[in-house]
């Protein structure tokens, strides 16, 4: 096969490719074998049918179309070992010359994975974080704690507050007539939450225990019941009780009724040692990504834009899933949060592009420094995703190479093991 190749920008590459006679002959005849063995023609069984009656059935064309779809793929990867490139998207395919008895030639237009240029990435220098525990933080866990185990009591004749959980029963009205699913009994609404409609809440406040309030509202026009969106409605309320949150006092005895501590000073010092611990395990990851982050921004590359739209699809596919997983689906939420697909991508690009450089350069790295993944590493990153799915080891690796996926996890863990080089080196300040 002859390969030349023509450059035409900086990630634009034609590669014209020229496959020998012979071989095209050979993918003429199994295209023949293929097609023979699809086509149901009378008077003839499956596979028998002579070429010169498939030909006149199917056309010559149909026959040459086949024979390119099955050499030209290998040809095509052949070509890219030979000229040492490195796709990242399908190849525009052009024929140049198609014909029984001749060479078979083909231009193939490939994006090639772009050269990064490696700047400093060892001995980088980034900020040590702060892991001091300040003591107002300390103060506010134990306030937390002790808001966890409060109690809500009855406030008897209390006017209602915000902060105040009114008790009620209510029945919702439009146009003099009760609407279904406007109506509930014995609901424990927070004043100030804005759990319901908007002017809902506000117009309970100054009220008390027995007393019966008309509450005037405006659904939202983007309301979730298209039948109530933007529309006036009546409440009649009455309010049932109210309730407020009676917190308990930080002393010995409530530290010995919540836990394993007998004295607030020991949960004290338990709370501060978590924090810290918090404190410190933030600190690293931070140390972690901005030295990874620092090695990136030392480095220059000009990316391909097919490269950047591809992660953006990616992502919006991630998207979709995450959302129809939760009971919604991309539409309605585009529609609840006033967006758009354009609006979505733009908000993707800048971090697509970092992503992808961040990707590049711990390729780059990787193979600077001779990394690479053994037997031995892909072994223990499927014993790691195993335990994680809480699966048997044998069955994750099963599936790993049954869907091909060996190779993308060995690039993975290439680039953890860059990641690691790189942040093994760093100089915390």
Known sequence: MKVTAEKLDAHKTVLELEIPQPEVAKAIDKAY???????????FRKGKVPRKVLEMRLG?????????????????????K???????????????????????????????????????????????????????????????????????????????????????DFEGFMDGEAFKGGEGKGYPLEIGAGAFIPGFEDQLIGHKAGDEVDVNVTFPAEYQAKDLAGKEA????????????????????????????NTVEELRADVANNLKKDAEEKAKQKIRSSAVQAAVDNASVDIPEVMVEEHIDNRLRDLDIRLQNSGMNL?????????????????????AINSIKTELLLDAVAKAEGIEVSAEDLDAEI????AAYQAPVEDVKRII?????????????LRKKAAELIINAVVAE
Do not use: C, W
């Open 33 to 43: 074998q293929r097609l023979a063995g699809k086509v149901n023609i009378p008077g």
């Open 401 to 413: 190479i049954q869907e091909g996926r060996v190779e993308t996890l060995s690039r993975s863990i």
């Open 234 to 261: 009546l409440f009649k309320v009455k309010v049932t009780d109210v309730k407020r949150k009676e917190i308990p006092e930080l002393d010995d005895d409530f530290v010995k009724e919540i836990g394993e501590f």
């Open 82 to 168: 030979e000229q040492n490139i490195e796709p990242v998207a399908r190849p525009e395919l052009e024929v140049v010359k198609l014909e029984e008895g001749q060479p078979l030639v083909f231009k193939a237009t490939v994006i090639a994975k772009p050269e990064i240029t490696i700047g400093e990435y060892k001995g980088l220098k980034v900020e040590k974080p702060s892991t001091e525990v300040d003591a107002t933080d300390i103060e506010k866990q134990l306030d937390n704690l002790r808001n966890r185990h409060a109690k809500m009591v009855v406030a008897e004749n209390a006017v209602i507050d915000k902060g105040d959980f009114a008790v009620i």
């Open 60 to 80: 010559k064309a149909a026959l040459l179309d086949e024979a390119f779809d099955i050499i030209a793929p290998d040809a095509y990867i052949e070509a890219l």
């Open 331 to 351: 539409e309605k939420y585009l529609e609840f949060t006033k967006e758009t697909i354009e609006s979505i991508r733009n908000s993707y690009r800048e971090s």
């Open 383 to 386: 014993a790691m995703m195993a």
